[in-house]
């Protein structure tokens, strides 16, 4: 626990100012008792701003977006791109029509298979991805590889959850096609230096798509930086609605890449035989979009740099650091992933000896204390931990220390009801 | 809480009865909850006059998909394959004696899944579509 | 104009007390005119039921789905799956499960494409299809045939945009796969009498997709009494929110296809070489879905119950039986479409002579008249038709016939401004 | 709306000047407005020192798209390829002399779309993906 930091370090963030703003955090649970949200790894609450941002829209001037010559359309439609450029500058992609709207991460990652993998990868190409991969992050590569005859290899982590980097160095030695990595676990937290590694993957050729649904909304994103090919996140995972999601693509892909979706507004003329498609990104979005959830997106974006994203995780890792110790010290409870905070979001999964998550979280419940217990979509992951399920904490933003202390309570009454 | 973790529930959790493999069964069946990793396999002897003279299972999870793996085994042993049958989703949550709340109803259910699927191979199973193996 | 209906005869629905619902109809536009919206073919506007269900989850309970075992995540969950029993009760599906949300139409139809059409449609192959067809049933079609080698091939129209059916059943002789075409016309307001021409398909061996982008939310559609294999529909042209879409099919053919996105959620077990997949509907839902749009989805149907179908298609008709004729009236205007109600939703295409459809839907908008303008994704119709663009007017169920006045007098002011 | 539709934009509307296709032109570029199917031919006629001796279009469309393209053909004559380099888009929606609402900046610039694609094909249109077809 070498970069613990003191509790007090995180004044900066006005947690009290920023829990008025969801009104959901005040809310009680059928027990009576009031909602500690720790679930924040699967979906985070909204603020007013974005509820009401999506509610303006549809009380002002609701209309469908591109194609209409009048003005309700015009506002609306200058919303949903004004929202693009907002996503685009957060970030940091060299142009707007790099950012493509989808519903969630695993359509993002989707989207990639499909219309770049189908004729990118061939029969005995090598696709490289980890361990630590969220299904979404996976499944595809996996299905792809069956139907393409490509091989995946799947690198490992060490004893803390961390990336064996020399097995993937190894990986790309023996060439791949495509690395596919997520920035930061989401079931252990772990931060991979995805910078680092996807130099080291261009260097051997390999295109990269990095997963950045647990990162985006916790840490300064910067797709220039970290040099990446693709990086896919969702929006409900950043005080934005479900429904919306991004993949960023660089230009120089996007535009060799065929469509994904067919249908109406991604076409530029159709005719019986042949059809020619949009400019960039409406290639990419077939159909009407969810234009609201991608305007409520664009407010959430606002809202997390008016906070600040640096300032947000460090209050993160300030929970965390406060949580951790306290896990480590309770008798029978296991913890997972890295100990250090330098390599770590505030995504905390542990496990108590002889109480299964789903009692764990059930128990947690009577005490209004939300958290996962599951596999959390990382089946291979379990596995490597040799574990079927973990329960697990997730902190966001609007997360206290007194939600800190209701958790590791919570574990005492678990462990009373269980007679342990 | 008490209401769903009563003695007898934690001490078929911690105590199940006729758990392990069966060496000579006429019927197998596994299952998981996809949602949690929660695993069941049924294991049963049935004789020439389709009667359960034998059953036992496998698995690992929470203490209500344990349990209730457990209380079910109890009831099988001598049942007729027919006798089975009127063995529902009611049934088994009646026979838990508690309230289970939604998310943990597919727990509870997992070993009858997994008993529907030895014995008839899920055609048991209305709505759902087949995610285990067996053999019978 | 045999079926015209007088105006009379609806006064069964209350359109003051349905347009109190509506905010946004109350709105003035920049040029101070209060709004007259008459574009709802392309979007609907949404009644404050709607957003308040939606506004309630984000604020009393909002939580991921299926996953969590706390209350929040129950409660979030069983609004959800309730959408999708009020809309598999509100289509007549035999089963919910058959009921898989998606974002829109156009992604519905994909799915078909990609996880039946896939497996199913061969070199050599037929698909049937309309010159009625919106892009997004008509695009992924030709490009599923294009990559298969099968043919498409494409049923025309009469004079009054009604289908060819003897075209339609000599192509079905033929020998075809797949017969995908639209219910209603959003190009023409024509309907198709799908259940006739289902019941031929079916009878030569033709699998059938019916869109119903503009049926569902005007008309009473069965999916048990039309007979198809697969419906596809978006919310958003129903009162629901852009982001939530269906596509309903026939269990037993769902159960056979291959999955579409791939991902957390829809998978029953992920090992590192092979993956089982979810039971239905989730098979077909990869990733965190918009619940809170299907939610809303579910609210929508609600209210359209209230209303009742019938009643709306009524209504529909009686503001295009006092339309259609004023239009036919005015001099150098073209009307394309079905002059017969009885063949027709309330959907008017029509042109003005020597004015570009653009121009007609600037200047209408200033009057405060929102119309589309241009070829409504279908431009095989509009080549059809012989012209590059028409201007639509499309009803609600909050429309006025003052409004059907408003456009007639903005007919008026683009004459004068074109000096007509 | 008289704002937009002023007597000199309707003028080049319905008498379009330098209308019609280009026999021997030595660039064309036919481009359209995805959204409403207006479509615009330009035929330039290029001599050896790079100078525009003849310009043409064809097209059809609303009376933004053909004015535009009208007048921007009155000002490319006798100007050298170079020149047309400085022709961009806020000089065509300046010279256009009405202020046109966003939805409708598409129909106003397709003539210079396809100028810039016919001159250059179309290397000199930021940020946007030729849709446009050509020969020069
Ligand atoms: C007949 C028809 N089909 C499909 C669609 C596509 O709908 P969406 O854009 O919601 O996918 C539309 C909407 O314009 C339509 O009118
Ligand atoms: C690392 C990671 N990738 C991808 C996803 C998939 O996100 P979604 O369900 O929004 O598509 C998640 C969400 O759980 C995640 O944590």
């Known amino acids: 626990m070498t970069s613990m930091l003191p509790r007090t370090e995180v004044a900066t963030l006005d947690v009290r100012t920023i829990r008025a703003d969801f009104p959901v955090l005040s809310r009680k649970t059928a027990s009576g008792k009031t909602v500690v949200y720790l679930d924040n790894a699967a979906t985070s609450q909204k603020p007013r701003q974005v509820l009401d941002a999506m509610r303006t829209v549809y009380e002002e001037h609701n209309a469908n977006i591109h194609r209409g010559v009048y003005e309700f359309s015009e506002r609306t439609t200058a919303a949903f791109e004004g929202a693009r450029e907002r996503v685009a500058r957060f970030i940091n992609a060299p142009e707007p029509r790099e950012v493509i709207f989808v519903r969630n991460a695993t359509e993002g990652v989707n989207l990639v298979a499909y219309a770049w993998g189908r004729d990118n990868i061939k029969s005995g190409d090598r696709i490289v991805t980890s361990v630590l991969e969220h299904h979404s992050n996976f499944v595809p590569w996996q299905q792809l590889a069956a139907e393409t005859g490509a091989t995946i290899a799947v690198v490992g982590i060490d004893e803390d959850g961390r990336l064996d980097r020399d097995q993937l160095r190894a990986e790309l030695r023996k060439g791949a096609k495509l690395l596919a990595l997520t920035h930061t676990s989401n079931g252990l937290g772990t931060i991979n230096p995805v910078r680092e590694i996807v130099a080291e993957a261009k260097a051997s050729g390999a295109t990269v798509l990095v997963d950045a649904a647990q990162s985006v909304p916790h840490l300064p994103v910067d797709v220039a930086d970290i040099g990446c090919d693709f990086l896919v996140f969702s929006g409900h995972k950043m005080l934005a609605p479900p429904g919306s999601g991004v993949v960023w693509g660089r230009a120089s892909l996007l535009l060799k890449m065929r469509p994904f979706l067919y249908g109406g507004d991604m076409i530029s003329r159709v005719a019986i035989d042949t059809t020619t498609w949009n400019e960039l990104p409406w290639k990419f979005e077939a159909g009407t979009s969810a234009y609201v959830d991608a305007i409520g997106l664009g407010a959430a974006v606002d809202y997390l740099q008016g906070v600040g994203l640096e300032a947000i995780h460090r209050h993160e890792l300030a929970l965390t650091g406060y949580l951790l110790p306290k896990l480590l010290a309770t008798d029978g409870v296991v913890v997972y992933g890295p100990k250090d905070l330098a390599d770590r979001v505030g995504v905390v999964s542990f496990n108590i000896e002889g109480i299964h998550p789903h009692d764990v979280a059930t128990i947690f419940d009577s005490e209004g204390v939300c958290v996962r217990a599951g596999h959390h979509c990382n089946q291979p992951l379990m596995n490597r931990l040799g574990t079927a399920a973990t329960t697990r904490a997730s902190f966001y933003l609007y997360n206290t220390f007194e939600e800190c202390d209701a958790l590791i309570a919570a574990i005492g009454t678990a462990k009373r009801v269980f007679k342990i | ?136």
Chains 1, 3 share one sequence.
Not at chain 2, 33 to 62: Q, S
Not at chain 2, 66 to 85: D, H, M, P, Y
Request: glycine residues 8%; charged residues 25%.
């Open chain 2, 1 to 136: 809480m008490d209401d769903m973790y009563r003695d007898y529930i934690l001490d078929h959790y911690k105590n199940p009865r006729n758990f392990g493999e069966l060496d000579g069964a006429t019927h197998t069946y596994h299952d998981t909850n996809p949602l949690c990793g929660d695993e069941i396999t049924m294991f049963l002897l049935v004789d020439d006059h389709d009667t359960v003279k034998d059953v036992r299972f496998t698995g690992r999870g929470c203490a209500i998909s344990q349990a209730s793996a457990s209380i079910l085994t109890e009831e099988v042993k001598g049942k007729s394959l027919e006798e089975l049958r009127t063995i529902d989703r009611e049934h088994v949550l009646q026979n838990l004696g508690i309230t289970v709340s939604p998310a943990r109803v597919k727990c509870a259910l997992l070993s009858l899944k997994a008993l529907k699927g030895s014995a008839w191979g899920l055609t048991e199973w209305p709505g759902e579509q087949s995610t285990g193996t067996g053999t019978a």
